[in-house]
Structure formats: C-alpha cells, structure tokens
C-alpha cells in the first residue's frame, strides 16, 4: 500500500526536526520509495551497524557537527542507502565508530560515563538562548522518583518562568523568542522546548521523550546515580547561568 500525501508530510516533519516515526526503527523506508533500493539487500548489509542518528547518540558532539563532518569528507560512512532524490541514509561499523572517536578526540557515551558526562555538560552550558537552565531546573522540580516529568508540568514551568519576568517589567529574552513576543500557545512552547533545550540531551541519551504519555525522563543511569549534592549543583548553576545570561541581554 502506497503511503499518502499527508503521511509522507508528517514523516518528513518528523525527520526535519531529527525524529522518525515510532513505528520505524533507524532505517525508515517509505513505500514510495522502494524503487530506488533493493530494501533486502540493503537492510541485511546495515544489520549490526550503527545508523548516523546512532552514532550522535554515542559520542559527545551535536548532530551538527556530526552532519558537517560527514558533508566535508571528514567521516566516511561504510554504508550509504539512497533513499529520495535528497535523502539518504548512513551506517557505521562499530570499529568505524571507535576509529573516528579515537582520530578526533570524541569521548564515547555509555551508561558508565553519562552522568558524568551529563554534568559536565550542565558545567559547560552554551547558551543561545535561556531554554536549557529553564528546562533543567523544571525537571528538577517536577521529577518523580524515576526521573519522569510531565511536558505539561514543563511548559506550565516555562510560562511561568517568562511571564514573571514579563510582569516584573524585566527583559523577557531575545526579541525572536516566542517568550519575548508573547501570545504563544502551549503546543507552541511544547515544540520550542522540544527543538531547542530537549534535544542535545536527547541526542546524548540523558533525556528521553515518550510521545504517547507526553513525559521527559531523564536516562534511568543518570538520575539514579545523581546524588543529592550534585543535584543542589545543578540547580545552582542554573541560577548563575541565567543570571548571566539575562545580564547580557539588558
């Protein structure tokens, strides 16, 4: 059965913000594209390797940087699969993974050094925009004991956030933001908290988004090796980030 217009429309949404559809594993194949790759074959050649939205997921870099290293040449993939006119998908060998990881410095994410490497992260914080700080300090607030939070409870967090700022006669963010323009919707604060704080942590497999139930979580080897104090840290660096932030902006 061929796949509809507004299917393709709304895989592709999904893939242009970096998501696949729940029903597809890493190598998303649409109908109407069959023709162009012998799906068997291919399939059975990329099976034990690593896809390109894997390969982000296991070192410490963005999906930017992956993306640019790959555009120039610098990462090879062992499998490309031409899947549209514009779109194709790339698999890597561990050992392919391993040798880049080595070659450029990239420390490689597993459930021993996540939180470790989350931390760092939260030390490190770049900032665009204040999103990240106000993202982690409503999980720390709302989370339960397994690290889940309701997206709800977040964008409540997120316009609670801002529209005090607004209210105190404070800069609200840049003149860009939904926040500073206001007049947002909920569905609208939910994608930009999504698109913008959420993933690079997703992308490290520290936060995780389960649709169906609308929850973040943070990945279970992080939040249960998250001690109190490094919690309080957090928490305390967030502070000092927005301050810092917003001191800029006035």
Not at 131 to 153: H, I, Q, T, W
Request: charged share 35%; hydrophobic share 35%.
């Amino acid at each position: 059965m061929l796949g509809t217009k507004q299917q393709k429309t709304a895989e592709q949404g999904l893939y242009d913000k970096g998501e696949r559809p729940d029903a597809l594993i890493d190598w998303p194949v649409d109908a109407l594209d069959y023709e162009l790759v012998d799906i068997f074959n291919w399939q059975e050649e990329a099976a034990g390797m690593i896809s390109q939205i894997e390969f982000v997921r296991r070192v410490d870099v963005q999906t930017e940087t992956i993306e640019r290293y790959v555009r120039e040449g610098l990462l090879v993939p062992d499998l490309v699969v031409p899947m549209s006119e514009h779109r194709t998908f790339k698999y890597f060998k561990e050992e392919t993974l391993r040798k880049y990881a080595e070659q450029y410095g990239w420390t490689l994410i597993d459930d021993s050094n996540r939180k470790d490497l989350f931390l760092d992260m939260v030390r490190q914080m770049d900032m665009s925009y204040s999103y990240k700080p106000v993202l982690l300090k409503a999980v720390l607030l709302f989370a339960d004991e397994k690290g889940r939070v309701k997206l709800s409870d977040i964008v409540t967090y997120f316009r609670e956030f801002y529209e005090a700022r607004r209210a105190a006669g404070l800069v609200v963010e840049k003149t860009n933001s939904i926040y500073a323009k206001g007049g947002y919707t909920d569905a609208q604060a939910q994608r930009n908290i999504l698109s913008n704080p959420f993933k690079r942590f997703e992308d490290m497999q520290m936060l995780h988004h389960t649709k169906t139930l609308g929850v973040i979580q943070v990945d279970e080897s992080v939040w249960k090796k998250l001690t109190r104090d490094e919690k309080q840290e957090i928490e305390r660096i967030c502070d000092e980030k927005l301050e810092s932030y917003f001191s800029r902006l006035k």
